[in-house]
């Protein structure tokens, strides 16, 4: 690559960065003034939430059956089965849960919106839209985003209460655990500072997944191949933000704990 | 009742400048719509003919000069004034722009709800009903937008137009890919409406039929600049070559 382009690749990146938080300060100015959305929002909540339960679910359980039939021998190994429930609960609970359920999340919420609203930039809707005297920020963007946000945290809830019970049958698979005393060995090993921080940090999972959806779309340029890639780049780009969320969220819970 | 400004002129434009880029696409751009008037605006591809109705309602800001529709500037409006601007504006895109996720009622329902806030269903009943009559569509009401034809997805377009009453609509190429036959009945629609609801038009357009069938006056655009005026008549036996070829 020549130095040419590479700075030009690097003007680009900036300049999406300054876009991106131009737009995002765009949906924090829109959202908060009234009239709200509300039908709307009602309507993307069903659609991002309740049309994602079958997916976050099957891989919820197949999670969380995977992670115990790997970790099990080992275990064993160390003549530490007991310990199973409540490991597998902590790192479902902490880590693997709402990083996987944000990366499924990913996929579908944050390509689902960037081809809809592209599709619309593409075929002239969201002008449609503002002529016609609505606000297509309030009304596309800030129930999307608002949607991804608060429903993104009740599918990880979910998702790790199925993993939790896709756990169990492994546990029961090659032994015998009763299931009052696997989910109690569970819990007991769960803190207070387990739990918390690791729904915070699926609040800004589900943000990030909506605004670069939603800004991906906005942005689409002219045509059906700008539609694919908008769709393309938004779950490229809401995976890495989602790691780098879990990368901020654990350097600050650490930060918090040393205090 | 249409406000306007001298000459009973309901759009006037003074030296309007857009770039994009860096390129000036619109460099000088003059010109007015009457009241009641159909205006066509002819030009090559590309020239910024969409460009330049966008402009008009503040969907694109210009770079400078005045836009000046129903006797308000539109370059100086805020949020508020310029959605009233656009309450009484109608846009017809390219190929419809209906809300794909709604059905012909919902695409119809949607600007009833945002702008005229009534209740009476019976009365958003008669509004919607009234507005895909004049179009001839009423049998589609429950139709989705993919259950229809390209002319049948402009004609409901500009249905949901109609039904603020507009006294201003911007056509953006109404009859581009259609076939001939559907074309006219466009064109014939466009001059119903103009009689009906006594509406002024800026017509963007490729459509030698469609202008010569629907336009009251037309303006060609040529270099960013409106290089020539007048009727088609006048236009078409132009002694300027490049002027009247364009209108054979």
Not at chain 1, 34 to 54: A, D
Not at chain 1, 137 to 161: E, G, Q
Not at chain 1, 201 to 211: D, L, R
Request: proline share 2%; aromatic share 8%; charged share 20%.
């Amino acid at each position: 690559m020549s130095e040419n382009q590479k700075s030009r690749s690097l003007k680009e990146f900036l300049f999406e960065i300054g876009d991106l938080s131009k737009f995002t300060g765009r949906f924090f100015r829109e959202t908060f003034r009234k009239p709200f959305e509300f039908n709307e929002f009602l309507n993307q909540s069903y659609e991002i939430g309740y049309k994602s339960l079958g997916l976050v679910g099957i891989t919820g359980f197949i999670l969380g059956l995977v992670l115990t039939l790997q970790t099990r021998p080992v275990l064993v190994d160390f003549g530490a089965l007991a310990w199973l429930p409540g490991m597998i609960s902590l790192s479902i609970v902490r880590e693997i849960g709402p990083v996987i359920t944000a990366l499924i999340c990913a996929g579908k919420i944050s390509s689902r919106i960037g081809a809809e609203l592209g599709s619309m930039q593409v075929t002239e809707q969201i002008d449609a839209m503002e002529v016609s005297g609505t606000n297509p920020t309030k009304f596309l963007v800030s129930t999307r985003v608002l949607a991804a946000t608060i429903m993104v945290p009740l599918l990880v809830i979910y998702s790790d209460a199925i993993a939790l019970f896709g756990s169990y049958i492994a546990a029961n698979i090659d032994g015998h655990i009763s299931f009052q005393l696997f989910f109690s060995e569970a819990f007991n090993e769960l803190d207070f500072s387990d739990i918390v921080p690791a729904i915070i940090k699926t609040f800004f999972f589900g943000f990030g997944i909506g605004i670069i959806g939603c800004y991906k779309g906005y942005r689409t340029l002219k045509g059906t191949e700008g539609v694919g890639l908008a769709a393309n780049s938004a779950v490229v780009i809401a995976s890495i933000a989602i790691f780098l969320i879990d990368l901020i969220a654990v350097q600050l819970q650490q930060m918090i704990n040393i205090f | 009742m249409a406000q306007f400004t001298s000459n009973n002129n309901v759009i006037e434009i003074e030296h309007l400048v857009k770039s994009f880029n860096g390129k000036e696409i619109l460099k000088d751009i003059s010109l007015n719509l009457k009241i009641g008037e159909n205006l066509a605006v002819l030009g090559k591809s590309g020239i910024g003919k969409s460009v330049l109705i966008k402009c008009i309602v503040g969907l694109i800001l210009s770079d400078s000069g005045k836009i000046n529709v129903l006797g308000k500037d539109i370059t100086n409006l805020n949020q508020t004034e310029l959605l009233k601007i656009r309450q009484k504006v109608g846009f017809l895109f390219q190929g419809g722009a209906l809300y794909d996720s709604m059905s012909v009622r919902e695409n119809l329902l949607f600007p009833i709800n945002r702008n005229l806030h009534l209740i009476d269903k019976q009365k958003i009943q008669e509004l919607i009903e009234e507005s895909l009559n004049s179009v001839g569509l009423i049998d589609e009401i429950d139709k989705m937008p993919s259950e229809l034809s390209g002319g049948m997805k402009k004609r409901i377009g500009l249905a949901r137009t109609l039904i603020l009453k507009p006294e201003i609509i911007l056509y953006d190429e109404p009859t581009t890919g259609l076939d001939p036959a559907t074309s006219r009945e466009i064109s014939n629609l466009i001059l119903k409406v103009q009689k009906d609801y006594n509406t002024a038009s800026i017509i963007i357009t490729h459509d030698i039929n469609c202008v010569k069938l629907t336009s009251n006056r037309i303006n060609i655009i040529r270099n960013g600049i409106i290089y020539a005026e007048g009727t088609y008549e006048k236009l078409k036996n132009s002694e300027n070559e490049w002027v009247s070829s364009f209108l054979k």
